[in-house]
């Protein structure tokens, strides 16, 4: 399957944006210059205190909807 690397840095700050109903998609660029627009659903099992920081692997499929989002170590 189809897979993209992503280095997301969002401060707890823009996440609330997501919660107060003002977003529910997050643009991030992959660290191969691709632009994602990710349902913002996706990132709550990632979210701390501080945000969503880290690099993950989005792994899609052919047909472009997601499969699976991990944190890479």
């Not at 107060?20 to 992959?30: D, M, T």
């Amino acid at each position: 399957m189809p897979y993209l690397v992503l280095d997301i840095a969002l401060s707890a700050e823009r996440m609330k944006a997501v919660y107060q109903g003002h977003a529910n998609r997050v643009l991030i660029r992959s660290r191969d210059g691709t632009r994602v627009s990710l349902p913002a659903h996706h990132l709550r099992p990632f979210l701390t205190h501080e945000g969503v920081y880290g690099s993950f692997e989005l792994e899609f499929a052919e047909q472009g909807h997601l499969l699976c989002l991990r944190r890479l170590r």
